[in-house]
């Protein structure tokens, strides 16, 4: 469970994030299971501004870096109709045929979402009911820590007096 979240967290923070602008950043997760919720997107798609736009307002919620780590991923395959998504690249469209493979994704498709691994259609029906569930079991506490281009995340499982798992990464 600590290297899943460790891994999101890494990909949040190359996705985008410059690493010299992360000067000083420390947060505590919830002792609930925290909710990666990733989305795949294209300024080609059609369907994906209204997402756009309801998964921005993340940006807005209290819990946002300690219950919700909401990432989006504009891929490459709509860039064929013309015009070329400037977020978009590769790595974000293998990533999502990576999930495809691995994670018994149907297809791939924009808006495509995943909340902690597992694929959520919700969106087409507007129930986010089981984007607040993903989130209920109690697993313990990520605390993550970046100085400069140091980020430091150690977990402490719920209910273990055991010393929390702690891994140090360099950011380049």
């Given at each position: ?161 055991t010393q929390s798992n702690i891994e140090n990464y360099q950011l380049k």
């Amino acid at each position: 469970m600590f290297r899943v979240i460790i891994g999101a967290l890494l990909v949040v923070l190359s996705s985008g994030v410059q690493a010299q602008s992360l000067t000083e950043f420390t947060k505590q997760s919830d002792e609930k299971k925290p909710i990666f919720i990733e989305l795949f997107s294209s300024q080609g798609c059609s369907s994906c501004p209204p997402v756009e736009e309801w998964f921005s307002k993340f940006m807005d919620e209290q819990a946002l870096w300690q219950s919700y780590f909401p990432v989006s991923f504009h891929v490459t395959y709509w860039n064929y109709l013309g015009w070329r998504d400037p977020f978009s690249q590769r790595k974000y469209s293998q990533r999502q045929y990576d999930h495809l493979d691995k994670l018994n994704i149907r297809q791939v498709y924009t808006p495509g979402f995943l909340v902690n691994g597992n694929e959520w259609r919700g969106w087409f029906d507007r129930d986010f009911s089981q984007v607040k569930q993903a989130g209920n079991q109690v697993v313990g506490k990520l605390s993550l820590d970046i100085k400069g281009r140091q980020l430091s995340a150690s977990f402490k499982p719920n209910n273990q007096d055991t010393q929390s798992n702690i891994e140090n990464y360099q950011l380049k």
